[in-house]
């Protein structure tokens, strides 16, 4: 069984950082990535950032792009999202979740099987 828990969240001032963490158990296989989705009040949910767990390919959504920067700890595993500059359009629930396949989207809308339940991340002006 698959599990996915993150850590890291809470409430940072504009310009400031945080660094989420996702603890992860059950990946018996390699062909998948991880990484972090978003939800906000009254917007969509929204991809901010995966890692391909074998190749190491990583995307970021470009309203994230050079500020946070993700990484895998596959000893301890764990995978992680420094947030740098934040912004209060940032604030949002975050998510990890595992990939399975992507038909050559990594980070896209297919294969995203697995889900942890969330943290809030509230940015303030």
């Known amino acids: 069984e698959v599990q996915l828990v993150e850590s890291g969240g809470g409430l940072v001032q504009a310009g400031g950082s945080l660094r989420l963490s996702c603890a992860h158990s059950g990946l018996t296989w390699d062909d998948y990535a991880i990484g972090w989705f978003r939800k906000a009040p009254g917007k969509d949910r929204e991809k901010v950032s995966c890692?391909?767990?074998?190749?190491?390919?990583?995307v970021y959504a470009d309203s994230v792009e050079g500020r946070f920067t993700i990484s895998q700890d596959n000893a301890k595993n764990m995978v992680h999202l420094e947030m740098n500059n934040l912004k209060p359009e940032d604030t949002a629930v975050y998510f990890c979740?595992?990939?399975?396949?992507?038909?050559?989207?990594?980070?896209?809308?297919?294969?995203?099987?697995?889900w942890g339940k969330g943290i809030l991340v509230t940015v303030s002006e």
């Open positions: 979740v595992v990939q399975t396949y992507n038909l050559g989207n990594l980070c896209g809308d297919y294969g995203l099987e697995y």
């Open positions: 890692i391909d767990h074998a190749f190491l390919r990583k």
